[in-house]
T-cell receptor, first 114, second 110 residues
């Protein structure tokens, strides 16, 4: 059973506007969350993360919000740029596991229209 | 790619043949992982290793085995390849919660 869920498989957004990607999780043991970005024919690359002790983490144009009570997180990209066109994966883990295993969602395809 | 090399990058094989994929790291990270990526499924963990000769199963381990005889190398073996194992395989390494991925191996089983 999938523990990390990303709905709305694809998103198209105009350059300069905001992209919002959503992610839900079911495992209450998860306490660390990550977003990865993937271009075709390349491996996923780490984008941004957030610990469960925070509700927001910002890095340049990327901000991740965490709502623990709703078991929901979102990634905001502002402003969106054509180079942001990629597949974005949400991932989660429990630091208590001690093995750094990440559970991934199915991914969201983002297309930024120039 | 954070010092991770996967080989081969592409492979075509026939059903029933054994296949071994190799992951080599130069970062001396403790943890190494094998994931597969399939449309509609995202990234799914096959096996992982937490040290030399220490490995454990992931969520889709059936039909796969792994070995880690040196810190830097993690091998994934398909003992008898099946068409359902056609996929893109990614190796990853970590020392903490952030995984770093290789460029992937595209495997086609005909």
């Amino acid at each position: 059973d999938q523990q990390v869920k990303q709905n709305s498989p694809s998103l198209s957004v105009q350059e300069g506007r905001i992209s919002i990607l959503n992610c839900d999780y079911t495992n209450s043991m998860f306490d660390y969350f990550l977003w990865y970005k993937k271009y075709p024919a390349e491996g996923p690359t780490f984008l941004i993360s957030i610990s469960s002790i925070k509700d927001k983490n910002e890095d340049g144009r990327f901000t991740v919000f965490l709502n623990k009570s709703a078991k929901h997180l979102s990634l905001h990209i502002v402003p969106s740029q054509p180079g942001d066109s990629a597949v974005y994966f949400c991932a989660a883990t429990s630091r208590g596991y001690g093995n750094n295993r990440l559970a991934f969602g199915k991914g969201n395809q983002v297309v930024v229209i120039p | 790619d954070a010092g991770i090399t996967q080989s081969p990058r592409h492979k075509v094989t026939e059903t029933g043949t054994p296949v071994t994929l190799r992951c080599h790291q130069t970062e001396n990270h403790r943890y190494m992982y094998w994931y597969r990526q399939d449309p509609g499924h995202g990234l799914r963990l096959i096996h992982y290793s937490y040290g030399v000769k220490d490995t454990d199963k992931g969520e889709v381990s059936d039909g796969y085995s792994v070995s880690r005889s040196k810190t830097e190398d993690f091998l994934l073996t398909l003992e008898s390849a099946t068409s359902s194992q056609t996929s893109v395989y990614f190796c990853a390494i970590s020392d903490n919660e952030k995984l770093f991925f290789g460029s992937g191996t595209q495997l086609s089983v005909l």
